[in-house]
Structure formats: C-alpha cells, structure tokens
C-alpha cells in the first residue's frame, strides 16, 4: 500500500518543489510579461509577475549547452506561448515550458555567461554579463579537438586501420598527411562522429569496416566523403566511452567499454565525479525539489521517499551534478539504491531496514521453500569430488578413493561456533549431494535458488584441463687435462761388488739387491745369468708401464766391466672432453604437478658397535636425473613453469669407506615462456686446479739439474652444466601447438 501511495503522488506531480510564494499556499501566480534590453556589454531580463515573489526562484547554469534555467512553483505560463526568440547578444531564445503547477524558464545562450537575479515589486530583473575569467571562457567555448592549420598542399587521410587493445578496446588509427590537419569529435546519437576538414580521401578508403570480430565495444567504422570534408562514423554498442590523441602524422582515438558501477550516479572509467557542471543559487530551498532538478539534468529515473524532507542552501558554481547530489546526500544523511535504470533516494536507515526485512524474508522462504533434485553429468570432473566441495569439504586423496560402483553421500560437516570451515560450502542448511561413481552423476537436492547457483558452479569447473609437454635437456660439458713430468737414474752392473767381504753390492742412494743369480732347474743345463737393475734414483711418472708413457732414454756403458748409467726422462701430456645430454620430457595437465625420474639409488654401508655386537645396515641413497614441473598456462598464451630439475650420480673415485659421496646438481626456479620457446634456466661453472711436486731433498732444489730429482704433477678440470626447457601447449585433439 505504500508504494501504490508513492505512485499515485508521483502521478498527481507532489514531487515538484512546494516553494512558498507571495500568495502563500492555496494562490497561483503567473508569469505574464517578458523583456530583453541590451546595456552596453551586459544583457538584461525583465519577468513580470501576476504577484510578487517572497523570494529569488531556485536557478542553475549549464556550460555545454550554455544556457540558465530558473524554477517558478505554484506558477502557471500566463505569456500565450512557449517560446520565443531573442536573438539580442549571447541570448538566442527562451522556453517557458509549464508542468502542473510549476513553471521553467529556460535561457538558451550562445556562450556561458554570469548572471544575476534580483526582485523588484512583481518583477524579476535577470542580467547576463560576458566571463571575465580566461579559465570560464576557455571552457565556454565549444573547441575542436585540432584547429586547422595552414597548409602547401590539401589534407588527405593516407592509410586507415583498426586495431584491438590489450584491454579490449577499440583502436582507429588515421594516417595523416600532415599533422595541420582540422579534427572534430562529437557524439552523435549512438554513434561517435569524426570530421577531419577539407581532407580528401582515397577512394579505396570509402568503405565500411564489420570489426565486431574483434571483441571490442566498436561494431563498425564507415569513412566517407562529404563535401570537402572527410566524416568518420564509429557505431560502438553498450556503455562505453573515448578518448582521442594525435602523435606527429597519427591520430588515434580509442573506444573502451565501461564497467556499469551501481554505487555511481554517472558511469565512466574516470576516477572521480563526471556529471555535466552546474551553477546552483538555492536559497533555503526544499531538498526534494533540488534533488529532482538534479536527476533530470543527469537523465536519471529518480523515485525519491516520502521521508526525505529539509531544506538547504547552497551557492556552488561549475560543480558536477553528480557532486551536489552526493553533498545533499551527506547533508542529510541519505543514500540511493539503483535497480537497472531507475535510482531509489531514501535515509540510509529506511534504506537499512528495508534491506534487512528483504533478507529475513528471503531466508525465511529459502527454510520454507520445498526441495527438488536436479541431475548433473559430469564430464571431466570426478561426481565424488564435486560433491564434497558443494558440502564444504576437501576432496579426496587419489589413494582415498573409494572402490566400487555405488553410490555414495556427501554428509553435511559439522559447524563449530566461532571457528571458520576451511572450504565454503555451497549448499543450503536443507540441501545434499549423491554422487555414483560408476556413472559419474551426481543428484543435488536442494532449493531452486541454490540449483541455480550450483549449475553455474558446475558449468566454471567442469571443463576439460589443457595439457603442457615439457621437454628438459640437460647438457654437462666438461673439460679436463693432466701434464705429468719424471725422471728415473739406474745403473746396471753385471759384476757383484763385495764390501768388507760380505758379498753384497752397494751404490749410493739406492737399495741393492744381488747382482747376478745362476738358476738351474734341469740337470746338465748350464745355470743362468740374471741380471737386477739396481736403481739409484727412481721419481717416474705414477702412470709407469701402462703403455701411455712418453719417455727419452740415455744410457752410458762401459763393455769392460759392464756397468752401464741409465737416465729416462718420461713425461705425459692428456686433454680430455666430453658432453653428456640427457633429455627428459613428461606431459601434464594444466596446474597439475608432474615428476620423471632416470638413475639408480647406491648402497651404503654402516656398522654400529652395540655391547660388542657389530650391526651392519644397509642404506639406500638416490642418485637420478629428475624433473618435476608444475606449468600454468595463462591467458596470454605463455606457461608460467615452477622447475625443480636434479642430476644426482655417485662419485667412486672419492668413496669413504667403499660409501661414494653424491655429486648432486640442483635448478630450481619460477620462470615464464612463450609456448614452444625455449629458456636457459640454470648455468653451474666448476673449475678444479691441482698441482703437486715431490724431489729428492735437496738435489731437487739445484738449478737446472734439480729436474733429474724431481716428479711434478698438474692436473685440472673444468665442469658445466646448462638446462634448457621447452614447453608446448597441447591442442584439445592432442596436436602439439
């Protein structure tokens, strides 16, 4: 009942303004004469009046169009007609335009001007005066967005594109052929309106562009001819907006499509008020009326409550319309609601309530409401998994899954008062989910309202995953080298020497063994001579009598007594290089982890002495080559990579106790490719230089000869590991992309 008696004073125009005037509440005044007189550079306005006013009417100023607008309540048009023209300096005409019982005056200008109202008996004297502020009149005007300039030749567009912006706009590129060329933007109807003046167009450039493919708010873009002007004619759909720049030759204009924000009076991207400025004189002035001249020059639909009543004061000039309705709103404490097209203005605590009942009544059918049951197929999604998340509860491990084919149902989790669920759960108090393994059904018993929100659930997660090939090669290059350098001193005598008559041989700084030696294992078979190199100073390479040895031999002899000086110099030179590429790859589907793993796991040994009992275990340690990736594909079409990649391999020539140490190396990062591109994620440089000397002391300190006393061993290495990775979005038919 309240609402059909809000209507019905709507109907009956209770809304206008009940401003007091001079016959008080149950007389009607009139406007009954009009007059314009010029004053040098001001304009003034006469009104008269069937009965003074008590007080100046509520007035406002537009800049673009410039005009003024005045409100007379309780007045009727008395003059006979609803317009007429003026034509006397910036004043073109007036509309005197009567709705019920209120009556507006509406000045239409050339440019905007400052006016002043003042009363005089049954007269209203209005005079106009020109801006004297550069910054008003700047404003005032109706600029182009370029002003023609001159020019050798005649301006012509060369080349005209489209092009769609990285956040969905619409983008029109003009090529100019020079950047004196006249632009003008305007909104016509629908449609966005460009004249570029006297510019010619190619004829293969007159055409119509259907760029509705493109996914933006534009739909078409016709060029044209006219006259000698160029006309570009750009049909956006929806709620959108522009915005236009020239760089040298180029001229841009893009069109970007707007978010609807219910909380805002007038839609836009731009971060602030956007409404079209105003100047208000309202004079302790009734708020219902102030904010219903608001809602219609911001072309709202405006249903405002019965309990907003009040007055207010206020002066502003050149404010956003939006802006004073949203300080009238902080004023006295109101707010607004807005369904589709309509605004609804009330106190916030009406607001309040209302919205509080709203709720309890919608809760009080949802616990009233009957159930019904709805059958969902399931494509790609598991019906048992689907059904603990309606309920609030995490799915299931894979080694949880239940075996079998029947059917089983969700149980609704228990709520602890104070503490949070981990999950939300989407079912009503009333509702329940059953899920049957074997079909992959899942029946959802719940009200309609919920069924509906489940559908749409259902429809965001039941989508079939994208798969990522990831291919990893792993090249180790490794480069090594060993410089060796020996020198070995014997002496040969084939004749013993005895010292001090025991029979034994003797040279200095070396063992001597028997000189010679007669065996005989078969009789009447003469014994034979052995001869034992006796050496003085041995220091050859450790690599001696492998058959990889470099030597130089110096022998000096004497045939008499058959000694013979032996002096070998041996020395090796190795360089060794090679490459292990491993190359593993595993496909995975889209933020699903994966792992792939190639190697061995090496025994290890340990003996522990418990109370003279010796216990020996033996241990198992991996040492494999392994990848484990978790791709993400973004919408751009790149893969967003979390890599762990490990090449592990025991290391017997440093084993401790017959237990080899692992040489491990270890990439782990986060990185971002493009599909089929490849990145370099990790770079190990290992170099190892060993260099070891051993000499006879002292005689392996002389200059020169100090070599025929010395062994020097260098050796050096040099180790590198690079991984590369490639990932490949796969197709839904299975195609590398």
């Not at 607004?336 to 605004?343: D, L, Q």
């Not at 180790?476 to 070995?488: Q, S, V, Y």
């Not at 216990?615 to 990736?629: D, H």
């Amino acid at each position: 009942m309240k609402w059909i008696k809000t209507w019905a004073l709507l109907a009956a125009g209770l809304l206008l303004a009940p401003l007091a005037s001079a016959q008080g509440a149950g007389k009607e005044n009139a406007i009954e004469g009009l007059q314009v007189a010029r004053q040098g550079n001001e304009i003034a306005v006469r009104i008269d009046l069937r009965e003074p006013l008590a007080e100046l009417p509520a007035s406002f100023a537009i800049a673009a169009p410039a005009k003024i607008a005045l409100d007379f309540p309780s007045t009727v048009n008395a003059l006979g007609k609803n317009s007429q023209i003026i034509n006397e300096g910036d004043l073109r005409s007036v509309n005197v335009v009567q709705v019920g019982e209120r009556t507006r005056m509406v000045l239409n200008l050339i440019q905007k001007m400052n006016y002043k109202t003042r009363l005089d008996g049954r007269a209203l004297y209005l005079t106009l005066s020109p801006l004297t502020s550069m910054v008003d009149s700047v404003a005032a005007k109706n600029t182009r967005f370029a002003e023609e300039r001159l020019f050798a030749g005649r301006h012509a567009i060369r080349d005209l594109m489209f092009r769609r912006g990285k956040d969905g706009e619409g983008r029109v590129l003009v090529e100019l052929s020079d950047a004196g060329t006249g632009i003008d933007i305007r909104q016509q109807g629908s449609n966005l309106v460009v004249d570029f003046a006297k510019t010619s167009l190619p004829e293969h450039l007159q055409r119509k562009l259907d760029v509705a493919d493109f996914a933006t708010p534009v739909m078409s873009v016709e060029s044209r001819a006219n006259g000698d002007n160029v006309r570009l004619v750009i049909a956006p759909k929806g709620l959108w907006e522009h915005n236009a720049y020239q760089s040298d030759n180029q001229f841009v204009i893009e069109v970007r499509r707007i978010q609807e924000d219910p909380n805002k009076l007038v839609q836009g991207s731009t971060v602030g008020y956007q409404g079209p400025r105003v100047s208000i004189n309202y004079q302790n002035g009734d708020v219902r009326a102030l904010l219903r001249l608001m809602a219609e020059e911001l072309g709202l639909n405006a249903v405002i409550s019965e309990t907003v009543s009040g007055t207010t004061t206020l002066v502003l000039k050149d404010v956003p319309a939006d802006q004073v309705i949203d300080i009238i709103f902080q004023q006295k404490g109101l707010d607004m609601r807005k369904k589709g097209n309509i605004v609804m203005i009330a106190p916030r605590d009406e607001i309040a309530t209302r919205e509080k009942l709203d709720f309890e009544a919608k809760q009080q059918i949802s616990e009233l409401e009957p159930l019904k049951m709805e059958q969902f197929i399931l494509n790609y999604q598991k019906a048992t998994d689907v059904a603990r998340l309606l309920a609030g509860l995490p799915p299931l491990p894979p080694s949880g899954a239940a075996a079998g084919a029947g059917a089983t149902t969700t149980p609704t989790p228990p709520v602890t008062p104070g503490v949070a669920s981990a999950t939300q759960r989407i079912l009503s108090k009333r509702g329940s989910a059953v899920a049957d393994p074997q079909s992959n059904l899942l029946f959802v018993n719940d009200i309609p309202s919920k069924l509906e929100e489940i559908r749409t659930f259902i429809k965001a997660i039941d989508v079939g995953a994208r798969q990522v090939m990831i291919e990893a090669r792993v090249v180790e290059a490794h480069d090594a080298f060993n410089k060796e350098l020996g020198m070995r001193l014997g002496l040969i005598n084939s004749r013993p020497v005895r010292i001090g008559g025991t029979g034994s041989t003797y040279i200095a700084g070396g063992e001597m063994k028997p000189a010679v030696s007669a065996t005989s294992t078969t009789p009447g078979t003469p014994a034979t001579l052995v001869q034992n190199p006796m050496v003085g100073v041995n220091l050859p390479m450790k690599v001696e009598n492998t058959g990889r040895v470099g030597s130089f031999a110096l022998s000096l002899f004497n045939a008499s007594v058959t000694r013979i000086l032996n002096l070998e110099l041996a020395a090796l030179e190795s360089d060794g290089g090679g490459k292990i590429i491993s190359s593993p790859r595993v496909i995975t589907a889209n933020n699903v982890k994966a792992k792939i793993e190639d190697g061995t796991e090496v025994p290890y040994v340990t003996t522990q002495n418990s109370g003279g009992t010796i216990t020996r275990t033996i241990s198992f340690k991996p040492a494999k080559l392994s990848l484990e990736a978790t791709p993400q594909i973004t919408p751009e079409g790149t893969v967003r990579m979390a890599l762990i990649v490990k090449k592990e391999e025991p290391d017997w020539t440093r084993s401790v106790e017959g237990n080899p140490p692992i040489k491990s190396s270890i990439v782990e990062t986060n990185v971002v490719v493009e599909n089929g591109g490849t990145v370099v994620i990790g770079g190990v440089f290992i170099t190892n230089n060993e260099s070891k000397t051993d000499k006879v002391p002292f005689l392996g300190d002389l200059p020169f000869l100090g070599w025929a006393f010395k062994y020097k061993y260098d050796k050096g290495e040099r180790r590198e590991l690079l991984v590369f990775i490639t990932p490949r979005i796969i197709s839904d038919k299975m195609q590398v992309d």
